[in-house]
């Protein structure tokens, strides 16, 4: 009985947990999404549910100097068209990030080792991404403590393999409820905020670096919905990664 108690509790916080990210994520919809002339740098997040890319059309598009691409989830998963994609985006001469879908269900060693089994070290790619949201994830909310160890001994395990910091990918909910006044307590990180709703709160974009605008964008060459991001125009830390947006 007190097993099925402890499963009831556990289901009900992540219920809550999700209730809320999804609230937060949807707050203000919809919304003027941000122009190229305050936002200049913009991108692209995709993984295999975007099928297959025609990386020669999104090059053609201004609004797409940069794409994250989903590489691994959790110990042992890795995304089916990342080695596609990572090889094509750079052949079309597009920045190129990988993300690493953080599973609160396994330890952040085990996870780091499938990461690093699965992504390339490049000087010209972006920090390795950390997705850390409770939207299809497993069913366990981790407390502060044990989210930070796990997360350090995440990038114990990188070492420092992958150039510069590590991007945190998160919502606003997430923030308020684990970095918020606890930032000493993971390691330094650039931020990379999903609001769909609103424009980032945190300091007018000098305390983030990337902006996830909206989850439904068209694109040419991408069949379907894809994820659209900005670069804070103040962000310094990699946009010499960036070259001059080409002539039109």
Same mark, same amino acid.
């Given at each position: 009985?007190?097993?099925?108690?402890?499963?009831?509790?556990?289901?009900?916080?992540?219920? /809550?947990?999700?209730?809320? #990210?999804?609230?937060?994520?949807?707050?203000?919809?919809?919304?003027?999404?941000?122009?190229? *002339?305050?936002?200049?740098?913009?991108?692209?997040? %995709?993984?295999?549910? =975007?099928?297959? /890319?025609? &990386?020669?059309?999104?090059?053609?598009?201004?609004?797409?100097? @940069?794409?994250?691409?989903?590489?691994?989830?959790?110990?042992?998963?890795?995304?089916?068209?990342?080695?596609?994609? &990572?090889?094509?985006?750079?052949?079309?001469? %597009?920045?190129?990030?990988?993300?690493?879908?953080?599973?609160?269900?396994?330890?952040?060693?085990?996870?780091?080792?499938?990461?690093?089994?699965?992504?390339?070290?490049? *000087?010209?790619?972006?920090?390795?991404?950390?997705?850390?949201?409770?939207?299809?994830?497993?069913?366990?909310?981790?407390?502060?403590?044990?989210?930070?160890?796990?997360?350090?001994? !995440?990038?114990?395990?990188?070492?420092?393999?992958?150039?510069?910091?590590?991007?945190? #990918?998160?919502?606003? =909910? @997430? !923030?308020? +409820?684990?970095?918020?006044?606890?930032?000493?307590?993971?390691?330094?990180?650039?931020?990379?905020?999903?609001?769909?709703? =609103?424009?980032?709160? +945190?300091?007018?974009?000098?305390?983030?670096? %990337? &902006? =996830? !605008?909206?989850?439904?964008?068209?694109?040419?060459?991408? +069949?379907?919905?894809?994820?659209?991001?900005?670069?804070?125009?103040?962000?310094?830390? @990699? *946009?010499?990664?960036?070259?001059?947006?080409?002539?039109?």
């Amino acid at each position: 009985m007190k097993t099925l108690c402890r499963a009831i509790l556990a289901l009900v916080i992540l219920t /809550v947990a999700v209730t809320s #990210y999804l609230a937060y994520d949807r707050a203000m919809a919809p919304f003027t999404p941000p122009t190229l *002339a305050d936002y200049p740098i913009q991108g692209i997040d %995709i993984s295999h549910h =975007q099928g297959a /890319v025609d &990386w020669r059309a999104l090059a053609r598009q201004p609004n797409v100097r @940069f794409a994250i691409m989903k590489a691994t989830e959790g110990g042992d998963h890795r995304d089916t068209r990342f080695a596609e994609n &990572w090889k094509a985006a750079k052949d079309a001469g %597009i920045v190129r990030g990988a993300y690493h879908f953080f599973t609160f269900c396994r330890p952040g060693r085990e996870q780091a080792r499938n990461l690093m089994a699965t992504v390339p070290v490049e *000087a010209d790619a972006l920090p390795i991404a950390i997705d850390l949201e409770f939207t299809g994830n497993c069913g366990k909310v981790p407390t502060l403590d044990e989210l930070t160890a796990e997360i350090n001994a !995440f990038l114990d395990e990188l070492n420092g393999a992958y150039p510069g910091r590590p991007i945190f #990918y998160l919502n606003q =909910q @997430f !923030f308020d +409820q684990y970095l918020k006044g606890n930032e000493a307590r993971f390691p330094d990180h650039y931020l990379w905020l999903r609001s769909i709703g =609103q424009e980032p709160r +945190q300091n007018d974009c000098r305390d983030w670096s %990337i &902006w =996830q !605008f909206a989850d439904n964008g068209t694109l040419n060459g991408i +069949q379907g919905p894809v994820d659209l991001n900005a670069l804070c125009p103040s962000e310094t830390g @990699f *946009a010499h990664l960036l070259r001059a947006a080409p002539s039109s």
